[in-house]
């Protein structure tokens, strides 16, 4: 009988599982390696004192037949789905989702900015090719939705969120993340509220009880999966991979979900030219604070987007109001996302920075001076978003190419250096098991269902 082909996984996230998860364990011997004490990654949660909580809300956006079979497998009976009620609070008030198609409250001055730019943009950029999302963000911004949603809205939220200047970083992000209307929706949406919904995540689904972990360990069990056990070094050359547990594993294909630059440094012997590509990978962090709080129903609200320097906070959500299940009865809970620059997340032992959290969500009128916080929880997520370099496209084809020459996947958000979501990156690892054994890589359609 032939030997079986032995695949190491780095990574317990949602990508690397997927990609053990869909190899054949007749024809594969699958070993994950996973740093932290859980599965999961940017998709586990943790409970506190009854109240669970994700790594900022982690909701379920399916386009595709084959993913949602498979979590309605995994989650049989577990699942919520969702209606999406998010906002934006600005000047004082809250003004639905998107902004750029929502402009009714908002100061008249505002509205007229907003709505003039709008038309005077459509007008002068009619062209596709002058709003191309290569160009940075800024210009394409400015073209696309003109000077006054700009200036009221994408400038300083981008800003908070991405924590770079906007002109460092393009467009080619946005995709099916940013909402682009036509004049006629921004009209009616400046003279009243709207009935229209826009985006990719107008539904969602999520789990009824445990949070998003229950995904994350569905699709883990029965893998083989080493828990506290960090990829040390990868000898690419002699294809070996040293664990922090002293342990040497061989492999025929080794799939990386890691931070790509986490990989590449620990990679000794380089060539050159990838070498000095790897410290040229730019990223934000974030920092999410769960707070657990001893009021039902602070908010309707699935989340709230905040745009102004006051705020310190860029989206505030409401777990309890994805799933009644998650927190104690007569509680709430919240996500609180602060976007720092790349690995410089604020001082949060310090107790003025809950107060100056606090100071923000009481203005906002999501707290009342009465409320008391049951649970604070601080996670910093270092590698939280990638920032699209004019130079990342043609970085990546070259890392990628010489990864994939050396039997070497880096796939998943962060593996393959990407703006993703957990559908893409469970694609992204079923892919690969595809590629390794040697299967069609187009055995699902890869067009969306709708
Ligand atoms: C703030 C934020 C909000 C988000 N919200 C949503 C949402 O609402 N909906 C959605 O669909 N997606 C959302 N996402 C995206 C989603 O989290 C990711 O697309 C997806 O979970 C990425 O999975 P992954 O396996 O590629 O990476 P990861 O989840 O990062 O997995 C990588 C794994 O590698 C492990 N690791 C790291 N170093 C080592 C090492 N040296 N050795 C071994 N293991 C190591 C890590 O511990 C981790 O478990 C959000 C992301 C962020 C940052």
């Known amino acids: 009988m032939k030997n ?128 191309s999302t290569s160009l940075p963000f800024a210009d394409w911004s400015l073209r696309t939705f003109g000077a006054g949603i700009h200036k009221h809205f994408m400038k300083p939220y981008n800003e908070k969120l991405w924590q770079v200047d906007l002109k460092e970083m393009t467009a080619e992000w946005c995709g099916m993340f940013v909402p682009q209307p036509k004049v006629g929706d921004v009209v009616a949406g400046s003279q009243k509220r709207p009935k229209k919904s826009f985006g990719y995540n107008a539904t969602f689904l999520y789990p009824k009880k445990g949070g998003i972990q229950v995904l994350s360990e569905s699709i883990a069990k029965g893998l083989d999966v080493r828990l506290n056990c960090a990829a040390d070094e990868v000898l690419w050359r002699e294809k070996k991979v040293r664990l922090s547990n002293g342990d040497v594993l061989d492999y025929d294909s080794l799939v990386s979900t890691l931070p790509l630059a986490e990989l590449l440094k620990r990679m000794p012997g380089l060539p050159p030219e990838i070498e000095c590509l790897k410290a040229r990978l730019r990223f934000t962090s974030v920092l999410c604070v769960n707070l657990g709080v001893d009021r039902s129903k602070i908010s309707d609200r699935s989340w709230i987007y905040f745009p102004e320097k006051k705020f310190p906070f860029y989206r505030v959500g409401f777990p309890m109001n994805f799933t009644p299940h998650i927190v104690p009865k007569g509680c709430s809970s919240m996500y609180v996302e602060v976007g720092c620059p790349a690995g410089k997340v604020p001082d949060f032992k310090n107790p003025d920075f809950l107060k100056g959290i606090r100071k923000g969500l009481e203005e906002a009128k999501i707290l009342k001076k009465s409320d008391k916080i049951l649970v604070a929880d601080y996670i910093p997520i270092r590698y939280a978003y990638v920032v699209y370099t004019p130079e990342r496209k043609a970085q990546m084809e070259k890392i990628l190419k010489f990864l994939n020459g050396n039997s070497i996947h880096s796939i998943g958000r962060y593996g393959a250096w990407k703006y993703s979501f957990m559908e893409e990156a469970i694609l992204d690892g079923k892919k690969t098991a595809e590629l390794i054994s040697g299967a069609s890589p187009a055995r699902e359609p890869l067009s969306p269902s709708r």
């Open 4 to 131: 079986k082909s032995k695949v190491v996984v780095l990574g317990g996230g949602l990508a690397g599982l997927s990609a053990a998860y869909h190899l054949d364990p007749a024809h594969h011997d699958v070993r994950i390696a996973e740093k932290s004490g859980s599965v999961g990654g940017t998709a586990r949660s943790v409970t506190l004192k009854g109240f669970t909580f994700d790594i900022t809300g982690h909701l379920l956006h399916l386009h595709y037949d084959y993913t949602k079979g498979l979590i309605q497998k995994l989650l049989a009976g577990n699942l919520y789905t969702c209606i999406r009620k998010a906002s934006i609070f600005s000047n004082g008030v809250q003004t639905e989702y998107p902004f750029q198609a929502n402009t009714f409250g908002l100061p008249k001055k505002v509205i007229s900015e907003c709505v003039e730019g709008f038309k005077e943009a459509v007008k002068k950029y009619s062209d596709p090719a002058l709003r």
